[in-house]
């Protein structure tokens, strides 16, 4: 199958600092990632949709300027969390679908665990 | 993920077959799929069947679908240790975004 990278796996940083977060797609072209939360024992949450070359779809009570989405190209997206908080500490992922193909497929990263301490 | 609901838990002796069930809300989902995510780690997608089809088997993963019910299930026979995982269903709203269920956590025992 698609293989979506995502880095780091792990990140640990200080409250106030900002932390970006990096959705690669390596052997497809994605024209739409997709950010989730997933808190311990819970289900995936989304935050927002990125298109190549547009402005992220936030989902309701997702703050866009917290969480800052672009999608440069159509192999990488990155998700900045700004000013991070301790609330802020969860397991992020992202998926990308294929270019073309709708309806198909999502493909997801490993997961980047932050933690903010 | 609360429109889409699957029972928290399922402990299954190694050998024996499990059964995931998951019912979804949207009728006009035309993908819907099974995750597989293991401690701490993302998803892996499991398989995936299309609207129009009842029933897809893919080795020892049999998936079941009644549209008419929305009911989803995932069978997997002959369960092993390495199938110790949270399983994730999902259906597609708006034929792109994913719409996920809370997980049920398959434990294996010997």
């Known amino acids: 199958g698609a293989v979506v990278s995502q880095h780091p796996s792990w990140v640990i940083c200080k409250s106030g600092t900002s932390v970006k977060i990096e959705c690669r797609s390596l052997?497809?072209?994605?024209?739409?990632m997709f950010w989730y939360r997933q808190f311990p024992k819970q289900s995936l949450m989304l935050m927002a949709t990125s298109n190549e070359g547009s402005k992220a779809t936030y989902e309701q009570g997702v703050e866009k300027d917290k969480f800052l989405i672009n999608h440069a190209s159509l192999t990488l997206s990155t998700l900045t969390v700004t000013s991070a908080h301790p609330e802020d500490s969860s397991f992020y992922i992202c998926?990308?679908?294929?270019?073309?193909?709708?309806?198909?497929?999502?493909?997801f990263g490993q997961g980047t665990r932050l933690t903010v301490v | 993920g609360e429109d889409v609901e699957q029972s928290l838990f399922l402990s299954v002796r190694e050998g024996d077959s499990s059964v995931i069930n998951c019912t979804y809300t949207d009728s006009s989902s035309t993908y819907l799929y099974w995750y597989k995510q293991e401690p701490g780690a993302g998803l892996q997608l499991l398989t995936y069947i299309f609207s129009n089809m009842d029933m897809k088997q893919d080795q020892r993963l049999t998936v079941l679908l009644n549209k008419k019910d929305k009911h989803l299930s995932l069978r997997i026979a002959d369960t092993q240790t390495g199938d110790s995982a949270i399983y994730f269903c999902a259906e597609t709203i708006n034929d792109y975004k994913l719409s996920f269920g809370a997980g049920t956590t398959v434990t294996v025992r010997a």
């Open positions: 998926s990308a679908r294929a270019t073309g193909v709708p309806g198909t497929e999502a493909f």
């Open positions: 052997d497809f072209q994605a024209t739409t």
